[in-house]
């Protein structure tokens, strides 16, 4: 009888290969005895970075060695790609194979959190100094700002429950284009996706990759492919690298621009429109520009 272990093996790296080429749309190219590479499928990639190697329990796995930094086996592909479960994703590649003594793990795949199931920390208060951005990052968060806020205040019909919520707490209309708050739809809406602001701003991306840096190392975006909660909402009928493995950072909440004491834009606070999981949350700061300490909201409108 085949297992599991025996699909992801070496003794079918070939067909490992075909079917996740088809699946992802990829050309991989030999690198050498058991190995393989090709662009990353999960992020703009100008390197081959996406690589297939035989571990040493001779199972083949996927590595990307540039941004994505993630370990991959075929199963752990084909749950991210057709959004399924561990034992569909078994089920679908021994088909592929046209194995019909198959035995599938009745096990589960590392357990991919909800909001709900995350816990709010806890952040001590210091003093310090605020860090310096680069212009570009401090525009990109500017740009975002305005964005959000305008997308909110433009859109009162479509986001009638976030200008409520808003309403319930004393934040009128004024208050909200005083202080520029947004808001940042959804990843599970149907129109934006989760991707609001990387969409308004494709065509510059797609021009020129090194101004989604920009974006990026501003802790504006979001890298799906994490394995989080997260890498459900990879969606590879998206034909933009920018679009299918990155989404908003604060998609699903309420942005609160904050600033600097010369009124430039420094980063960011989300917060969701209920009280589960981490309702109030700050930009990444790991692998971005950003750093919330020194951060004072309000700062820009002290006399």
């Known amino acids: 009888m085949t297992t599991y272990k025996d699909l992801k093996s ?13 699946l992802l749309n990829l050309n991989f190219k030999r690198a050498g005895n058991n190995r393989y590479s090709a662009y990353c499928p999960f992020h703009p990639d100008n390197k081959d970075s996406f690589r297939v190697y035989v571990n040493g329990k001779d199972e083949v796995r996927f590595h990307c060695f540039g941004e994505c930094k993630v370990d991959w086996n075929i199963y752990d592909l084909i749950m991210a790609t057709n959004k399924c479960s561990f034992r569909q994703a078994q089920q679908t ?19 991919i959190p909800d909001f709900e199931q995350i816990e709010e920390p806890d952040q001590s208060v210091d003093f310090a100094e605020p860090e310096e951005l680069s212009p570009k990052i401090i525009c990109a968060l500017g740009e975002a700002s305005i964005f959000y806020n305008e997308l909110l205040l433009n859109n009162a019909e479509r986001f009638q429950k976030v200008l409520k919520y808003l309403s319930r707490r004393g934040v ?35 021009a020129d990759y090194k101004e989604f840096y920009s974006f990026s190392k501003g802790g504006l975006v979001r890298l799906l492919n994490d394995g989080s909660f997260y890498i459900q909402f990879i969606d590879f009928s998206m034909r933009s690298p920018f679009t299918t493995n990155y989404a908003d950072y604060f ?53």
């Open 93 to 111: 590649f021994s088909d592929f194979l046209g194995i019909k003594d198959f035995i599938p793990h009745k096990g589960k795949s590392k357990n």
């Open 251 to 303: 998609a699903g909440r309420i942005t609160f621009p904050i600033y600097n004491i010369d009124g430039q834009v420094h980063g960011f606070v989300g917060r969701r429109l209920d009280n589960r999981g981490i309702r109030w949350m700050c930009q990444q700061t790991e692998d971005t520009a950003i750093t919330t300490k020194g951060w004072l909201y309000g700062i820009d409108k002290a006399h």
């Open 10 to 22: 070496v003794r079918y790296i070939e067909s490992i290969i075909n079917y996740a080429e088809g």
């Open 172 to 206: 009128n209309t004024n208050l909200i284009r005083k202080f520029n708050i947004g808001f940042a739809p959804t990843l599970k809406d149907e129109k934006y996706l989760g991707r609001a602001l990387i969409r308004n701003y494709l065509d510059r991306f797609n």
